[in-house]
C-alpha cells in the first residue's frame, strides 16, 4: 500500500484507469487500487449494502482525519458553493457540527460531496460517504429497505403550493386541471399524485429535472403552479423580481421530515450525529450562543448545562468524542437557532415547526442531557 | 486502335460571378432580383439589423457588469433585478467567473487548474501541428498528462493535496473529454478492425461490445457506472466517482467511433487490400501502412462530428454530481441573490463550448482540406 504515497499519484491514477476500463468483472484486479482509507478492520466481502456490522465508524473517520459528507449539489439556504467554492448552508452545517464533534475545532476536517437526488443513497450505501445531510425526507421505506438510519430531525418541511397571484387562486383545491412543475426523483413527485388522488382534483403534471429550470418554467407561465417544500418556495418567492406578486398557498399536503442519515452498522455514529443535533438544540434552550459558550463552560451553574458543556461527568466519552464536543459545535457554528438563522432566515423562512418545544407550534424537542 | 485527338475545349467563363461589376453588382444580381427576393431580403435585413441592435442593447449598452455589496458584504443585486429584461446582468459572471471555471477548488489554488487548462490548450495546439507528428508526441502527451494530474491533485512538490471531488469547471471538462477520446480512439481501431476480423470470436465480441454499448444512453451507462457499480464492490472500497464516469465515456466513444472507422475501412477499394497481400505486407503492416492512414482520412468529418458531440456531451457528468463546466454554472447562480440571472451564465459558457467545438471543427476542415489535396484534381 505504500506505493500509493502521494508521490505515486499520477501513476497510480493511470493504473486505476486502466484497472477500471477492464471492467466489473475484474474485481479482484482492482482491489489493490483501493483507496489508501479503507478500513482495515472492514470485512472484505459485503455483499448487502447494509453490511460493516461491529465497523467502528468513529474510529475510522478518526484514522481517516475526514469527515466524507454527503450534501445537495445545491439548494439554497440548506447547501451551495459560493462564489470561492466553499460550501454553506444549514445542510452543511450539521457536516461540520459532527466533524467538529469528532476532531475538535480544525475546521478543514469534513470534505462534502455533491450527489443528486438519484445517487444519493448508493454513495451513503456503498461506503463512499460518512453521512449524508442532503434535505432528504424521512420515509419508512427509506428507514428499512434501504439500509439507512435517520439519526435526527433537523428540520421539518411540508409540501406547499406557489401560484401567481394574478391566477386568483387561494386554496389548492381550486388547481383542478391545473399544469404543475414538480421534480422528478423525489418524495414531492408522489405526493402530488397521492393528493390529486385523495383530493380528486385532476392536475397535469411537468416534470423537470432541475429545480432552477422548474422555476423558470413556473414564472414562464408553462406551469400554473409549482410545488416543492415549503422551505424551497419560500426561497424561490424571495428572490423573485416582486415576491407580492407570488402567493404559497395555505394548504401544506405532505409531512417532510428532513434530516441527515447514517448508513445501518454503527449505531455509535448514529447515537453521535443524533446528539450533535440535540446539543445544538438544547445549546439554544439553554440560552448558550456561540458568543458565551466558552464563558458558560467555566462559568454556568445549571447542572445540566455543565454536563452538556463537559464541566461534569463524561456524556462526551460516553458519544466516543472528548467530553468539550457541544463547546466546540457550539463556539463556531452557534446553536440550532443561531445556524437556522444564518442559512433560512435570509430565504425568507419562519421557524415554524422548527421552533423550540418551548415555543406554541415548535416541535424542535432535545431529551435531556444525564 | 483509333487515334483520338485532342481537341480542347472553348475557353469557359471564370466560373464565379462573385464580384462581376463589385459588392453592389453582386448584392444586385443575388439578393434584389425580383420583386419577391428583393422583399424577403429587406424583411431579413431588417430583423438582423433590429434584434442586432436589441442584443447590442441588452448585452452591453444597458448592462451591469459590477455590483456593490450590501452591508452583510453579500452582493447586492437590486440593480440587476431592475433592469432585467432590458439590460444584462454581467454582473454575476464578475463575482462568479472563478467558480464557474474551475468549480469547488480550493480558493487560494486556483492558479493550479488555470495552468492545466492552459497546458491542454498548448497540448491540443501542439498535436495539431502536422510538423509534431512524430514518435516523440506521445511522450510530450504522457509528460502533460502527468504534469496535470500533479497539479490537480498536489499532495507533492510542496502542492497541497486536493481531492478529486473539489475539482470542478472547465478543467474537469477538459480531462473527460481530452481522456476519453484519447482512450476511446485506440479502443475504437481496435474494434472496428475486430469487427471485420475473419476470427469468428473476436468479431462476435467486438459486435456485441459496439452493439451493447450503442443500444443504451449515456445517461445510463453513467448512471451505472456511479449508482449500480459501487454495490458491487466490497464496502469500503471506492473507486473514484470521476474515474468511474471516466471509463463509462471511454467505453461509450469507443463504440461510436469504432463504427465511424469501420465506415472508413468499408469504403476502401478491395483492390487496396489485394495489393497490399500481394507485395507480401503482414496483416499489421497491411493495416498500419495501406489501410488506416486511407480509412482515417476519409472518416474525418464524421469524426470530428463524434469529437464535437462527445466534447458536449461530457456536461451529463451532473446526473452523478461531478461539477463540470455547465454544471458548475448551473451551480453558480443558486445563491439567493444571484438567483434568476440564468440566460447570462448560459451565454457565457455556451461561448466557451463554442470556442472549443468551433476550434475542433475548423482545424478538422483544414485537416482535410490539406491531407484529402491528392483528390483535388
Known sequence: ?????????????????????????????????????????????????????????????????????????????????????????????????????????????????????????????????????????????????????????????????????????????????????????????????????????????????????????????????????????????????????????????????????????????????????????AAEEFGITAANVEQAATADQRPEVGRMLGRGGDLGQMLGVDNRWLVNVVKILGNYGEVFSRNLTPLGLQRGPNALWTTPGGLQYAPPFR | MSVTTHTPSPALPPPSRLMAGGPLGWVKANLLNGVFNSMITLLLAYLLVRYTISFVDWAFLNAIWQVPNDRFGRADTSSCRDIKGIGACWAVITEKHRFILFGTYPYEEHWRPAIVCVLFIALYIVSAMRRFWRKELVLVWAVTLTAIGLLMWGGVFGLSYVPQERWGGLPITLILATFGLAFAFPLAIMVALGRRSRLPAIKALCVVYVELIRGVPLISLLFMASVMFPLFLPEGLNIDKLLRAQVAIILFAGAYLAEVVRAGLQSLPKGQYEAAEALGLSYWQKTGFIILPQALRLVIPPLVNTFIGFFKDTSLVLIIGIFDLLTAAKTAIIEPQWQGFAVEVYVTVGLIYFIFCFAMSKYSAGLEAELNKHRKR
Open chain 1, 1 to 281: 500500500m505504500n506505493t500509493m504515497s502521494s508521490s505515486g499519484k499520477r501513476g497510480f491514477s493511470v493504473r486505476r484507469l486502466v484497472l477500471g476500463a477492464m471492467g466489473a468483472g475484474l474485481l479482484a484486479l482492482t482491489a489493490p487500487a483501493a483507496r489508501a482509507q479503507a478500513p482495515a478492520a472492514a470485512p472484505a466481502p459485503a455483499p448487502a449494502p447494509a453490511a460493516g456490522g461491529g465497523s467502528n465508524m468513529i474510529e475510522t473517520i478518526r484514522n481517516r482525519g475526514t469527515l466524507i459528507c454527503g450534501v445537495s449539489t445545491g439548494l439554497a439556504g440548506f447547501s451551495a458553493p459560493d462564489s470561492q467554492g466553499r460550501w454553506s448552508g444549514f445542510d452543511v452545517d450539521y457536516c461540520r457540527a459532527v466533524a467538529i464533534a469528532i476532531f475538535g475545532t480544525d475546521q478543514n476536517r469534513v470534505r462534502f460531496v455533491a450527489t443528486t437526488p438519484q445517487a444519493r443513497f448508493t454513495a451513503l450505501q456503498s461506503g463512499e460517504l460518512d453521512m449524508l445531510a442532503r434535505n432528504t425526507t424521512w420515509t419508512l421505506s427509506r428507514d428499512t429497505s434501504l439500509g439507512l438510519d435517520f439519526p435526527a430531525t433537523s428540520f421539518y418541511d411540508g409540501q406547499g403550493f406557489m401560484v401567481k397571484r394574478s391566477l386568483g387562486v387561494t386554496s389548492a383545491r381550486q388547481l383542478d386541471g391545473a399544469t404543475i412543475c414538480v421534480q422528478p426523483g423525489t418524495t414531492t413527485e408522489q405526493n402530488l399524485s397521492d393528493w390529486a388522488r385523495s383530493n380528486r382534483v385532476t392536475i397535469r403534471p411537468v416534470v423537470i429535472e432541475r429545480q432552477e429550470d422548474n422555476v423558470a418554467a413556473y414564472i414562464a407561465g408553462r406551469c400554473d403552479a409549482y410545488t416543492t417544500d415549503a422551505s424551497g418556495l419560500a426561497g424561490v418567492r424571495s428572490t423573485q423580481q416582486n415576491p407580492n406578486d407570488h402567493i404559497i398557498l395555505p394548504e401544506i399536503i405532505s409531512k417532510e421530515p428532513l434530516g441527515p442519515l447514517v448508513r445501518h452498522g454503527d449505531q455509535r455514529f448514529a447515537d453521535l450525529v443524533r446528539w450533535v443535533h440535540f446539543g445544538l438544540l
